[in-house]
């Protein structure tokens, strides 16, 4: 059983489209970050988020924590090429929010790829 | 400030040899986790690790795998009589505090494959 399931999995676009990616669960997380992989190389964290409700915004992308946190979206404007890559979820579950807060669950990802 | 450094980047190893996979923290950081990434699946937890002790093994193997992180000198992820199903990227991360709430920094991890 996935924890956080990511939709969709796979996703092409033109450059200069709109985009966005989902990350759900039916459990909930103290905290969740999303983070971007490229091949061949490890992922590379873009945000946290530890409100429910909260958002973040990292120049042409933005991040949605649910306001229950089971759940987050990453909102991309104007895609680019150098977009392109693996997009990770990953959280804390609440119930290991304590002595376990250190594991965390991953979602198998979006792949995305922007075509110039 | 070098980010987090795993070496070596691709591994190739039979059926029955012994894999070592290492792993650099970020300076002054003193808790180092390792993840396993399967093909088609995504990053699981391996072990917890601060300078000379195990915290937390439970997402490794309890055959084969073994884990480490000595007084001087970088964690090794050793893992024994490698089978195919051992072949995967594995990734290292280090924090300055406990926890993951603010998230990790990442190697560039090693590809693991057997042959």
């Known amino acids: 059983t996935q924890l956080l399931e990511q939709s969709p999995q796979f996703l092409s676009i033109q450059e200069g489209e709109n985009l966005t990616v989902y990350c759900n669960s039916s459990?909930?997380?103290?905290?969740l970050q999303w983070y971007r992989q490229e091949p061949g190389e490890g992922p590379v964290l873009l945000v946290t988020?530890?409100?429910?409700?909260e958002v973040k915004k990292l120049k042409r992308l933005t991040f949605q924590f649910g306001d229950a946190r089971k759940d987050s979206s990453l909102h991309i404007t104007a895609a680019q090429p150098g977009d392109t890559g693996l997009y990770l979820c990953?959280?804390?579950?609440?119930?290991?929010?304590?002595?376990?807060?250190?594991?965390?669950?991953f979602g198998k990802g979006t792949l995305l790829t922007v075509n110039p | 400030n070098a980010g987090v450094m795993q070496n070596p980047r691709h591994l190739v190893r039979r059926r029955g040899q012994e894999a070592r996979l290492r792993c650099s923290p970020m300076?002054?950081?003193?808790?180092v986790y390792w993840y396993r990434q399967l093909p088609e699946e995504g990053l699981k937890f391996m072990v917890y690790?601060?300078?000379?002790?195990?915290?937390?093994e439970s997402g490794m193997p309890k055959e084969r795998f073994s884990a480490e992180f000595p007084k001087e000198g970088p964690s090794i992820l050793r893992i024994q009589q490698v089978v195919r199903g051992d072949s995967a990227a594995y990734f290292c991360?280090?924090?300055?505090?406990?926890?993951?709430?603010?998230?990790?920094?990442f190697g560039s991890g090693t590809r693991l494959t057997v042959v």
């Open positions: 991360a280090s924090s300055p505090i406990l926890g993951a709430d603010y998230g990790y920094t």
């Open positions: 459990s909930v997380f103290s905290s």
């Open positions: 988020v530890v409100t429910g409700g």
């Open positions: 990953a959280g804390v579950l609440k119930e290991n929010s304590g002595g376990s807060n250190y594991k965390l669950t």
């Open positions: 300076k002054g950081h003193s808790h």
């Open positions: 690790l601060q300078k000379e002790n195990i915290i937390d």
